[in-house]
T-cell receptor
Framework: DSGVTQTPKHLITATGQRVTLRCSPR?????VYWYQQSLDQGLQFLIQ???????AKGNILERFSAQQFPDLHSELNLSSLELGDSALYFC?????????????FGQGTRLTVV | SQQGEEDPQALSIQEGENATMNCSYK?????LQWYRQNSGRGLVHLIL?????REKHSGRLRVTLDTSKKSSSLLITASRAADTASYFC????????????FGKGTKLSVIP
């Protein structure tokens, strides 16, 4: 158990809908990261938050947004969903925002868009 | 976009044998990390090697890094059936951000 909790574990929704994925980082970790894993694109970095502030942005679509709250949990919002958004979405956390630390991953949310 | 490229894409060995996976990357890095993923589950951090390090050990794992060739290798010695998983290398580049750029992974099957 990594200590990172993601909910829900599975989500099935229709095209055009909006969903919210939730992540609780390990106790004490200030950084939260979101990754998308799909068969064709592999693991893609979406966005990083550090202590409530956006720190880095990757291949995140404009239809997607995220935030980190004062209690450090994070939410990833996906809107106007398309079939191609079906993927595993991972949240990870680390103690700091620096580079030489390991990240701890949650078990992921499997999103299926039908 | 992918930074690391693992080789081979799939590897099947007998229990007790050693498994070697390679990773090549394109740009200069701060560190390189290896992660394991059991089927459809979260990634587990295995080892981190900094750009000024050449070799690192952790239990049955040995990682090497050759920054001149922009490549790394992960060796798992005396493999077990429980080592069956996908293994990913991930690089961290640049200052001020912590973005792991993953390769596509090597799928390792250890046959009992």
């Amino acid at each position: 158990d990594s200590g990172v909790t993601q909910t829900p574990k599975h989500l099935i929704t229709a095209t055009g809908q909006r969903v919210t994925l939730r992540c609780s980082p390990r106790s004490g970790d200030l950084s939260v990261y979101w990754y998308q894993q799909s068969l064709d694109q592999g693991l893609q970095f979406l966005i990083q938050y550090y202590n409530g502030e956006e720190r880095a942005k990757g291949n995140i679509l404009e239809r997607f947004s995220a935030q980190q709250f004062p209690d450090l949990h994070s939410e990833l919002n996906l809107s106007s969903l398309e079939l191609g958004d079906s993927a595993l979405y991972f949240c990870a956390s680390s103690l700091g925002g620096g580079m030489n630390t390991e990240a701890f991953f949650g078990q992921g949310t499997r999103l299926t868009v039908v | 976009s992918q930074q690391g490229e693992e080789d081979p894409q799939a590897l099947s060995i007998q229990e007790g044998e050693n498994a070697t996976m390679n990773c090549s990357y394109k740009t200069s890095i701060n560190n390189l990390q290896w992660y394991r993923q059991n089927s459809g589950r979260g990634l587990v951090h295995l080892i981190l090697i900094r750009s000024n390090e050449r070799e690192k050990h952790s239990g049955r794992l040995r990682v090497t890094l050759d920054t001149s060739k922009k490549s790394s290798s992960l060796l798992i010695t005396a493999s077990r059936a429980a080592d069956t998983a996908s293994y990913f290398c991930a690089t961290v580049s640049g200052a001020g951000s912590y973005q792991l750029t993953f390769g596509k992974g090597t799928k390792l099957s250890v046959i009992p």
